[in-house]
């Protein structure tokens, strides 16, 4: 019964406040409130619901389960005005809100009673010119003047002018500026993600020249550290993880390489529209270098379903959808995966100019290509040879090279002849699950392989060696030695790392209209293109993937700065000036500021795509350094200050936090760049995963490296980072949202990384200072920036002297706790200044940046 009234809940909210009943498009759109959109998102006009169709005038009468909801000519007996006029409470339609009007009603008895008018088909939606052209993010990109203001003494640079006129509109002034020390905090986890060393404090403290604080941001942007912090966020709308995605989830063990390109890419501040087109179409630049196919590593962050079962052509249709889609949240910031089943529903963007961006894509497919490293060609061209020489004598001498290639042939027959023999279609499919561009690989000639890819081939065969070989037992046992002897022989191979990449296909790619979003049913062939409500695209000229590359950074592209340097100030204020910053389009928010939106824009195009001018520009105006605390007499009018009269208080990533102990304690291992690393977890978690695989925790310094590097395992993510909430990387996550919860307290509280990190500061500021005053102070500044005020030291004091009470008749519980005692120290003394530790970074202090 529920089923059936969701329909009639639609039918009715969208008869009546349809302004045109006869209008079916108008009509759907209406009822959407009523549906979930993601509904809308899959199916489209033709709306269906447990077999309601509204697309289709004789589809929508025939109703669904329990049969017609509507009798034209014959309003009495419709069930729809049965539900909708009826007094009972669980019975009548709608269930929700304000039932329908006297007047409503009549409505709907006289258009069933004329015959219930409806088109035969629905129409897409018509989108006007005007409306096309008049939304404000598809407008060029205009310079506004910085606007005059009466407070001209608050100003530092354009930015506070376009901040402050909004103010002074309002009758609002701005909140002070913050104190040095909060200053410094704050720009040092914004820029680099760390918190301010002592020293560095101290350094702005004694610096009364006039220029002190724009000193420290400007080393704050040299740091090693701030391509690491500005990484993060990328890596979140890359949607990049260290595995695969789906049941199996298998590892990607090279996938930190396009990480470390990041980094180095941001460390050089290498201008945004080079690094957008080396992203998306690095391979097809002229003389590609090795770094510059490593960032086409992009492309290849998504999920990869490896599952035997799955069809190689829907799944490059998704992984393709999956690409476009990630591009456009990430340079344009429009939904255009609404488009994909049927024309956009709030944005002028039509399906066939969905499948003309999907054409863009269609022709790019994956290559793993040699990447090494500084240092890593060395010791490994040297080692070659000598491994190479090993490696073949062993495949030659045991007959393999043999086998695999009757392996190989009977693979080719099960794809030239399928069910004819299951057990190798078994194999076929595990093949196919297992690589990308499964076939061709297969139908290569030799000389069109890699080295890496021919032995790829062989080792596969090693490791399933197919139902040949599996029932003979003593073959089969011959072919696992020489597995386990190549295994052997890999390990005296030096790294050398390798990157995924794209190269585009020789021949072109035909795309076709996916008919309803389906990968079956091909419709009109399509040619690459972008969307008719943004500046001409021209692919002729030159590959389709690098044209459109190039297209995204055109100075006449009105879509791309603002989204970009609304991102930078999301980062920066916890919101961007549009708040909706996956969703520029009709359904998302307007800006809140919007010609600084657009100021920022051109100056970001002016200073030749610089992020180090844009976030200098915006971390030293008067608008950052704001007091960040919350303001009670504007909590009616601004509750979530979008006018921005004061700083945004804002709880740290959960990288960050982790980070911050580290620093704190002088645990951090701050190496850059590199593979990723597994710190200590909770036990059983990487066992609810598909392999069952238990997590090796590190042991060496990389147990103590930056959140940023922790292996990210899809199907089973490292538990700190998912409760303070870091995306899911399924797709792309533009914004993080932040939570509240008691988990978070338990990991701040008893994750071992944190109880490490307690031990550690207790053992540095023991070591570092003699009395218990300094050792106090200098443990405040490390974790907090600054040292403690009478109330907080009496307060810690009588703590420890508690900790002490309460640990001193168990020596079992102090050594626990404190396990290592630095020369002339007792235990007890250590355990109470680790449970000092232990509180100082549980505070809230510690965890939010003000």
Not at 159 to 183: G, H, M, S, W
Not at 226 to 255: F, K, M, N, V
Request: proline share 7%.
């Amino acid at each position: 019964m529920l089923r059936i009234a969701s329909f009639w809940i639609a039918t009715a909210v969208g008869l009546a406040f349809s302004s045109t009943v006869s209008a079916q498009a108008d009509f759907v759109r209406d009822i959407e409130p009523v549906f979930h959109e993601r509904c809308y998102t899959c199916h489209g006009p033709s709306v269906q619901m447990n077999g309601l169709r509204l697309d289709s005038r004789d589809a929508a009468l025939k109703g669904g389960y329990a049969g017609p909801v509507i009798i034209p000519g014959n309003s009495t007996a419709s069930r729809l005005i049965e539900r909708v006029s009826s007094a009972k409470e669980a019975f009548r339609m709608p269930p929700a809100g304000e039932p329908l009007s006297g007047s409503q009603i009549a409505a709907l008895r006289t258009w069933i009673d004329n015959g219930a008018e409806w088109p035969e088909r629905a129409q897409a939606p018509q989108f006007s010119e005007q409306q096309k052209k008049g939304h404000w993010s598809f407008r060029p990109v205009q310079r506004p003047d910085a606007p005059a203001v009466r407070n001209e003494s608050w100003v530092r640079n354009p930015i506070d002018r376009f901040v402050l006129a909004k103010l002074e509109a309002e009758k609002v002034t701005p909140a002070p500026e913050a104190d040095r020390i909060t200053l410094a905090r704050r720009a040092s986890f914004d820029l680099t993600g760390l918190p301010p060393a002592p020293e560095e404090v101290d350094r702005l403290l004694a610096d009364s020249s006039p220029a002190a604080y724009e000193n420290l941001i400007d080393r704050l942007l040299r740091s090693p550290h701030y391509g690491e912090r500005q990484a993060i966020p990328w890596l979140d709308a890359a949607r990049y993880a260290d595995s695969d995605g789906y049941e199996r989830d298998p590892i990607r063990p090279h996938a930190w390489r396009w990480r470390q390109w990041v980094i180095e890419a941001l460390n050089k501040d290498m201008p945004f529209d080079q690094f957008t087109i080396e992203q998306i179409a690095g391979d097809l630049l002229p003389d590609a270098t090795v770094e510059q196919r490593v960032a086409t590593g992009f492309l290849r962050n998504g999920v990869k379903n490896r599952e035997a079962g799955v069809k190689n052509e829907e799944k490059r249709f998704e992984e393709v959808i999956d690409r476009l889609s990630t591009v456009s949240a990430n340079w344009m910031g429009l939904t255009v995966g609404c488009a994909q089943c049927h024309d956009h529903k709030y944005d002028p963007i039509s399906q066939k100019e969905f499948y003309q961006f999907y054409a863009v894509f269609n022709n790019a497919v994956e290559r793993d290509i040699p990447a090494p490293t500084p240092g890593q060609a060395g010791p490994y061209l040297r080692a070659y040879p000598r491994y190479r020489a090993a490696r073949e004598k062993i495949l030659a001498g045991n007959g393999i090279y043999a086998l695999q290639a009757e392996f190989q042939r009977k693979l080719l027959q099960a794809m030239e002849n399928p069910g004819v023999n299951t057990d190798w279609d078994f194999q076929l499919t595990e093949w196919r699950a297992a690589h990308d561009r499964a076939d061709w690989w297969l139908l290569a000639e030799p000389e069109e392989l890699t080295e890496f890819e021919s032995d790829e081939l062989i080792d596969f065969f090693l490791q399933r060696t197919g139902p040949d070989v599996a029932k003979d037992k003593e073959l089969l046992e011959k072919v696992k030695a020489v597995q386990k002897e190549l295994a052997a022989l890999q390990e005296t191979l030096p790294d050398f790392a390798r990157a995924y990449a794209m190269i585009e296909r020789d021949e072109q790619q035909a795309t076709h209209i996916a008919l309803r979003g389906d990968w079956r049913s091909p419709g009109v062939e399509v040619r690459p293109g972008a969307l008719a409500v943004l500046p001409e695209f021209k692919p002729e000229e030159k590959p389709a993937r690098l044209a459109f590359a190039e297209w995204l950074v055109r100075q006449d592209n009105p879509l791309t700065a603002r989204v970009a340097v609304n991102r930078m100030w999301q980062e920066l204020f916890g919101a961007g000036i549009v708040r909706s910053s996956n969703d520029f389009g009709t359904q998302g928010e307007k800006p809140s500021h919007p010609d600084l939106l657009d100021w920022l824009a051109s100056e970001f195009v002016r200073s030749g795509w610089s992020r180090k001018h844009m976030l200098r520009l915006i971390v030293t105006s008067a608008a950052y350094r704001q007091a960040s605390q919350a303001r009670p007499e504007l909590r009616e009018r601004d509750p979530e200050n979008r006018w921005l009269s004061r700083q945004n208080r804002l709880r740290l990533p959960g990288e960050l936090i982790r980070d911050s102990a580290l620093s704190a304690s002088g645990l951090l291992y701050p190496a850059i760049g590199g593979k990723s690393v597994r710190p200590p977890q909770p036990e059983g978690v990487s066992e609810l995963g598909y392999s069952k695989k238990t997590w090796d925790a590190d042991t060496g310094p990389e147990r103590y490296r930056r959140g940023l590097y922790i292996f990210f395992q899809r199907t089973t993510p490292y538990p700190m980072l998912i409760n303070f909430d870091a995306p899911a990387t399924l797709t792309a996550v533009v914004r993080r949202e932040r939570s509240n919860t008691p988990l978070q307290a338990l990991n701040l509280l008893n994750d071992p990384v944190f109880e490490e990190a307690a031990q550690a500061l207790a053992v540095r500021v023991v070591q570092e200072k003699v009395a218990s005053a300094e050792r106090l102070e200098r443990m405040f500044r490390l974790c907090l920036s600054r040292p403690p005020d009478p109330a907080e030291r009496d307060r810690i004091t009588t703590f420890f002297e508690q900790q002490r009470t309460i640990l001193k008749d168990d020596p079992g519980a102090q050594a626990k706790i404190a396990p290592f005692v630095p020369p002339g120290e007792e235990r007890l003394t250590m355990a109470a200044w680790t449970g000092v530790a232990r509180g100082l970074m549980n505070l809230d202090e510690f965890v939010n940046r003000e």
